[in-house]
């Protein structure tokens, strides 16, 4: 019964966020009908197909120029434009039982449309990737927690290891503006295992034994339900041994299981829980993003090779990953425990890492000379069949016989024996 309540609550958290993306959607197009004179015929029912194409285009160009949206030099994204008027005909459908966005007779998207949207993704500018984070930036903050009195530096420090390790996304350890599909971890999310691989992930004064930690991402992004990626312990030796998955995590559960909640009710606390003078907390991403770029700051831009303004809580993604990919890791292995469903993460190894191109150069003296196969020559007996002669058409060993013509009717005879 706990299964099919948990799943119709996720359906519903799901719909829920749908029905907002809609309800934005709306309340942006009636807007626009009242700026141009259609407020009386917000369903265009009164205009031919083609010009309520017109007008979709036309409502297209106002959205990227943040009509209806906060303030901002930067125009919106052409794949944000994109989504609100799919999702706008999608409301025009289900209501009226036409979409406006396409041509008459048609059911996908109309030329005039998908002309506009490929040259707003042209003059798109450049996507400008996070700058992938190294471990040295997650040693730091370490440094400040164990300096500091605010069990909110040391909190902040354990959520950084483990998203670094798991390539979190910002919204599975912290609290984000907006509404995402995401969900955040919980501690029912995470189990603990000792040397025997057993689950002692109720047993807290044990949980030092645990030697691998698995934690279930119920729903994120690629729309993968219940998908488990297991740590084992680092063995860090350096300085004091915080980059480690199975001590990050450990510290975290214990924290909450100390707030004197019921065993059940530490089960739904999420990760990012904290309490401080008296008071409960959710530590937002905002806050996060200061400490790390902090950190990235104090090490500066002479080691790094970058500042703090370039890099966000989506860091500890492309950091993981390219901690995996310089490690030597395979590609597929990367894809798993990174939950990537494609090689998309390719987009998060940067290229002008130093070390990436490590021993590169002397790889590429390993053999003075190679043999290249000639190509293929062509001849006749590639093209129609119909003027094929025996003598051009090719013949094996194993075969016995003559190739003969197929108009005769005749076969070939094959040797059994062979």
Not at 29 to 37: I, L, M
Not at 125 to 138: D, M, N, R, T
Not at 182 to 209: A, H
């Amino acid at each position: 019964m706990t299964y099919w309540l948990q799943k119709n609550k996720e359906m519903m958290e799901s719909h829920r966020i749908q029905k907002t993306k809609e309800t934005r959607v709306w309340k942006r197009w009636s807007e626009y009908a009242v700026s141009v004179g259609f407020h009386q015929d917000i369903w265009l029912s009164n205009l031919l197909p083609e010009q309520r194409v017109h007008i979709m285009g036309a409502f297209a160009a106002a959205l990227r120029r943040r009509q209806f949206s906060r303030p901002d030099e930067k125009e919106l994204a052409s794949k944000t434009v994109q989504e609100a008027v799919a999702k706008l005909g999608e409301i025009f459908r289900a209501n009226v039982g036409y979409n406006p966005t396409h041509g008459t007779g048609s059911h996908s998207l109309h030329p005039l449309l998908t002309r506009q949207f490929r040259g707003m993704r042209n003059l798109d500018p450049g996507e400008v990737q996070q700058k992938a984070l190294p471990v040295s930036v997650y040693r730091e903050l370490h440094r400040v927690a164990r300096m500091s009195t605010l069990p909110l530096d040391t909190t902040i420090a354990w959520l950084q290891t483990m998203a670094y390790f798991w390539c979190m996304r910002s919204c599975e350890y912290s609290d984000v503006q907006g509404d995402r599909r995401t969900k955040i971890l919980c501690v029912r999310n995470i189990r603990f295992f000792d040397k025997n691989n057993r689950d002692i992930s109720r047993n807290v004064p044990y949980l030092s034994n645990a030697v691998t930690v698995s934690i279930t991402f119920e729903f994120q992004k690629k729309e993968v339900r219940n998908d488990t990626i297991s740590h084992q312990k680092s063995g860090d030796t350096v300085a004091f041994g915080e980059m480690c998955p199975v001590r990050a995590t450990i510290a975290l559960v214990k924290q909450l299981y100390a707030y004197r909640y019921s065993d059940e009710q530490v089960q739904d606390l999420p990760i990012n829980y904290l309490e401080m003078d008296g008071k409960s907390y959710t530590i937002p991403s905002s806050l996060i993003l200061l400490r790390i770029r902090h950190a990235v700051t104090t090490i500066g831009q002479e080691v790094l090779g970058f500042i703090a303004d370039e890099v966000g809580t989506h860091s500890n993604r492309s950091g993981g990953a390219m901690g995996m990919f310089l490690s030597g890791t395979p590609v597929y292995t990367i894809m798993l425990m990174g939950r990537w469903s494609s090689d998309a993460f390719m987009r998060y190894i940067r290229k002008q890492i130093l070390s990436l191109s490590h021993g590169i150069a002397t790889k590429m003296l390993t053999y003075e000379q190679f043999y290249t196969v000639p190509d293929f020559v062509h001849n006749s007996a590639d093209g129609d069949t119909r003027g094929r002669h025996n003598t051009n058409l090719a013949t094996t060993s194993n075969f016995i016989g003559i190739h003969t013509n197929t108009r005769r009717g005749l076969h070939p005879t094959f040797n059994l024996s062979h």
